[in-house]
C-alpha cells in the first residue's frame, strides 16, 4: 500500500457552479506518492489512473480534502462496493486545525509561517491557466501546492506542531498535533 499526498484543481469557480461542489470539472489532480518517492501530475483525461492510485493507498494527505477535494472527486468516482473513497482513511491538515482551533488557515500563510514558502499562484489563477491553455504552468501550479501539503506533513509528523499565523497579531500559536 502506499500513502499519498494529492491536490485537485477545477476548471471552474464557485461561482461557475453556484457553490455546489458537484458540479466542479477536476482539470488536473497532483499526487505525490511515498511508495514511489515521486510527484506526478494527472490530466482530466487520466482519471482511471488516479483511481488507481488512490486504490492501491491506505492514506490520503492533503490540505481541505474532506471540504473541496473529495466533494468534488465523488462526481468520478462514486461510491461502490469495491471502491469507496470516503472508506480511505485521510489526514486533512486543514481539518484537524479548524476542528482544533474553530478557525481555518489559509495554505499559503501556514506554508510561510512553517516552511519559509509560499503558493505560486491562487486557485483563481489555476483556471485562468486551465482557460488559457496553459496546462504545464497549472499542472506546476497543483505541484507545488502537493509539495507544500507534503513539507507541512512532513514537519508536523517530525516536530509534533506547526505555528499558526494569528489574526491582526503579529504572533505565532503554536498549535500542537501528533499524527
Known amino acids: 500500500m502506499d500513502q499519498i499526498v494529492f491536490d485537485i484543481e477545477t476548471k471552474n469557480t464557485f461561482e461557475d457552479v453556484s457553490a455546489n461542489l458537484k458540479k466542479f470539472d477536476v482539470s488536473v489532480v497532483g499526487i505525490y ?10 490530466d482530466e483525461n487520466e482519471l482511471d489512473k488516479v483511481k488507481e492510485i488512490f486504490r492501491n493507498s491506505d492514506l490520503l494527505v492533503g490540505f481541505a480534502i474532506d471540504r473541496f477535494d473529495l466533494p468534488v472527486l465523488e462526481k468520478y468516482f462514486p461510491a461502490k462496493p469495491d471502491f469507496d473513497l470516503y472508506k480511505i482513511p485521510r489526514f486533512d491538515i486543514l481539518e ?9 488557515i489559509g495554505l499559503d500563510n501556514l506554508a510561510q509561517a512553517n516552511i519559509g514558502a509560499g503558493k505560486t499562484a491562487h486557485g483563481l489563477e489555476a483556471i485562468e491557466f486551465y ?9 506546476s501550479y497543483c505541484l ?4 507544500i501539503t ?7 509528523k517530525k516536530q509534533g506542531y506547526l505555528w499558526i499565523p494569528q489574526r491582526f497579531s503579529p504572533k505565532m500559536l503554536k498549535w ?3 499524527v
Not at 484537524?96 to 481555518?104: A, D, M, N, T, V
Open 176 to 178: 500542537e498535533y501528533s
Open 96 to 104: 484537524k486545525i479548524e476542528q482544533s482551533l474553530g478557525r481555518r
Open 131 to 139: 482557460r488559457n491553455g496553459e496546462i504545464e504552468k497549472l499542472k
Open 144 to 147: 507545488n501546492d502537493v509539495k
Open 150 to 156: 507534503k513539507d507541512l506533513y512532513e514537519l508536523l
Open 33 to 42: 506518492s511515498y511508495k514511489d518517492d515521486a510527484y506526478t501530475c494527472y
